[in-house]
């Protein structure tokens, strides 16, 4: 038996604004940040699990109250009880307190909290285990998977039994796909070389160097000025040629119509995706924006900022999107994220989670693996995000070669920080800002 | 020139969890609480702005952790500047910090907080132009009232100019239906009797006594047991009569097909609506019920947790609603709940604010008589919710007869609370706790 003996939250930030790293139309300066979680035990075994929610700066600080606030739920429980019945805690961590509940539901700041405890408790249950956290899904059974998930507010649209008939139906061929994974690695496009702030030399200079990497799939900021906009997509393409791939992302400065009119414009670039074009909250206006665009062959993509399984529910009913940009702690830790994982599946809607941040590309590779070996079986129109910020602060970094993510070894989630990075960016006593 | 000078945050809590008033489905026992703001300015004038949000109990220190951290944003401004340009200054609160507009975007925490300063400032400013908020509203010009709106995200379904035609279509009649308020008051129902924890001789005594007092229509509180839930239905209807109005809320306890199967089995109780029958971020799940209920004459009514303008647009263009309960501090404060009651005026749906909690009751008053006198023009269809619960703890608490709240008229948002109670219900140092 395992017990939880504390939940330890910590303020981790990097002052990426600095060099304008992550700059885009909404986002013109983040510091990314993390509210960073330890789960200790009872066990003297050196075993702690990790997890951390992204922000992106300021506020880091009430999410890290947040947590501090659920901690009572978790302290004291037994992890062999919780992982026995994992969709039940989870429905008790999320919405078990009604008090907490009420500053949801299952949204904000307190969904963002309950994320970084969720999937430290993933991290935790990997490591006894000894094995990564896409390896514990796969080799879970369809029964074992759902019983991991709470399907309230779903059950319209995915049961439990109809979740376990479409995990059967991909166990054929799970050890090929694993094997295949081990081997290749998982596809991923880069945003690296396109952020607003970047100069002109500095776009052309991180494409070259993307390029010789092996990279195929780029994508690029917009939304801050049309001309400006279409002058970094001419120079893109002239970088990367034709037949790559270039999507394009507006984090949420439009609205439909505008949308609709911008893209119009931008369509001689052959953008693969607009991301995130308006209000992550518009599902109808998402609808309403693939249904006006569907003869320009752009697709529609979004979801960093979809909150909860309710909403990728709609935007799946709903028709409105052709990408699944799930975030791997907006919503509630990787419990709900295999829910619309599940969900994305039944809609025959690839997945592409988003990455960047600090952490989110050492959480989504054991997503998509997962999706692809256990759950969708297919890699069509499937890319991981890779960006190549802050990996140097984790213990088991992502590896990229050739424009692939290669499979995580290690056991856990991947998202141990270093000791010396808890340290050194520590907000706001840490190193890092006392220089700054 | 006024200038703000200090925002002033406290976390102020009621223990009504001891009686269980309040309690209902998925809000088993609730503490009353707000995350008060007061608004100092450099006037010797003794006036200050008073706002607040509601939350039931444990998070309230996260709200007040919030509205801190955008202090800064309003702290050194001048009211005449930000009132001169009111929509721009709220978008510029709620989502001008990138940083912590990533915590939302306008949901959750953040936006709870935004409401708490919103709404001090319309007290601050409303009470230096010596009106109540309504009457502000309603003697302000089209164009002025326009100005206060932040259109972005809902531009596709209603425009400025759009707005202000609709308005100007409603000139004429505007000083009849201030009349007929100060005269008549706002018709109102009661959910004072129906809490879900209540026993049944406590129940029908709080119907006797609403009846005497002059109330025709009643909400009571499902969810909980079905069979428990006839019971009381049956209790309610006894006491009220077969001609008087019963609403029931289930406050999101069920899924789509459950709401169905159970209100077949209310339907006998002839209830006007059902509030609240799922998760409130399932607009299409609403959209389906309501038509799949269509042939019962129950209506569905929800928007008490509805956490933006970008939902409420949803839930009315996708014809999921009959009624909108918007929250006036769950919303961003007043501008935009101004933005809903447009919205649904366009839609011809009636808006029924969600009443109750601490100070809820106060605020929504001014809503619904702005929205009578000055952009709907109809009481069709239109209730006030009231319950009867800590009223006693504000200067200008609202006043009900016969059913009906009479007109404020005291200036400002009649949020304002006693020193006394800001004392006594300071969490957890004040003397209400300390008892406890």
Do not use: K
């Given at each position: 038996m395992t017990i939880i003996t504390r939940v330890e939250a910590r303020d981790i930030r990097f002052p990426t604004s600095r060099e304008l790293d992550g700059s885009d139309a909404m986002n013109e300066a983040p510091d990314y940040s993390a509210a960073y979680v330890i789960l200790h035990t009872?066990?003297?075994?050196g075993i702690t699990g990790h997890g951390l929610t992204f922000t992106i700066g300021r506020g880091n600080d009430i999410c890290v109250a947040a947590i501090n606030a659920m901690a009572s739920r978790l302290e004291g429980r037994n992890l062999e009880d919780i992982t026995a019945n994992m969709g039940a805690f989870w429905r008790d961590l999320t919405s078990g307190d009604s008090q907490l509940r009420w500053l949801g539901p299952e949204k904000g700041v307190m969904h963002l909290a309950s994320a970084a405890m969720v999937n430290a408790l993933w991290d935790l249950w990997a490591k006894r285990e000894g094995k990564p956290v896409w390896k514990l899904l796969v080799d879970m059974t369809p029964e074992q998977l759902v019983n991991c998930l709470d399907f309230r507010f779903v059950s319209d649209v995915l049961t439990p039994q109809e979740a376990i008939a479409m995990l059967k139906r991909k166990a054929d061929g799970k050890a090929e796909r694993e094997a295949q994974m081990r081997d290749q690695g998982y596809p991923a496009y880069t945003t690296s070389a396109g952020w607003l702030g970047y100069p002109e030399d500095k776009v052309r200079r991180l494409c070259r160097e993307a390029l010789a990497e092996g990279w195929e799939h780029f994508k690029q900021k917009v939304g801050g000025n049309l001309d400006e906009d279409r002058r970094r997509a001419a120079i893109i393409r002239e970088e990367i040629g034709e037949h790559r791939t270039l999507m394009m992302d507006a984090n949420q400065v439009w609205d439909v119509d505008e949308t609709i009119a911008n893209m119009r414009s931008l369509a001689e670039f052959n953008p693969y995706w607009i991301e995130e074009p308006t209000s992550p909250d518009d599902i109808l206006g998402h609808a309403e924006i693939r249904h006006r665009l569907a003869d320009s062959g752009i697709g529609v993509a979004t979801g960093?900022?979809?909150?909860?399984r309710v909403m990728f529910k709609q935007l799946l009913q709903a028709g409105a999107i052709d990408f699944c940009q799930l975030d791997s702690c907006r919503l509630g830790g990787l419990n709900e994220v295999i829910m619309v994982v599940l969900l994305s599946a039944k809609f025959d809607v690839p997945i592409c989670p988003h990455g960047g941040g600090v952490g989110l590309c050492e959480y989504t590779q054991h997503i998509s693996m997962f999706d692809y070996i256990a759950v969708s079986g297919s890699l069509e129109g499937r890319l991981l995000e890779y960006v190549d910020h802050l990996h140097e602060h984790f213990i088991d970094p992502v590896r990229t070669r050739r424009g692939h993510y290669l499979i995580p070894e290690a056991p856990g989630y991947s998202i141990t920080m270093k000791p010396e990075t808890l340290e050194t960016f520590a907000y706001p006593a840490g190193a890092a800002w006392k220089e700054g």
């Open positions: 009872d066990q003297n075994d960093e900022h979809c909150h909860n």
